[in-house]
């Protein structure tokens, strides 16, 4: 079965972007603050973010990387994106007011 598209002359399909700089504004912001949050995390819980999450890397080599077992990789995540969660939640309502 085929996936029809509109698409231009090369095959591709046509995307849909619009230049909006407030959108770009806010994502650049959203990032910011993603970055901030990552950096106010306790050690422990940024080095599994940053792996696990940004790198991509498997709980079982993060294990190997951080000398730790794999439970503690996901515990430590698990926890890391909470605190992260919480620290989002808190900016946007500061934000807001």
Known sequence: MA???DSDE???PELAIEADP????????????LRRAVQALPRRYREVVVLCDLEEV????????L???IGTVRSRL???RS???EKLKQDRTRAER
């Open 3 to 5: 996936l029809e598209t």
């Open 10 to 12: 090369a095959g591709l």
């Open 22 to 33: 407030l959108v770009d504004l806010a994502h650049r912001e959203g990032v910011e603050s």
């Open 58 to 65: 498997d709980y079982a080599d993060a294990a190997v990387a």
């Open 67 to 69: 000398a730790c077992p």
């Open 78 to 80: 698990h926890r890391a």
């Open 83 to 85: 605190l992260l969660l």
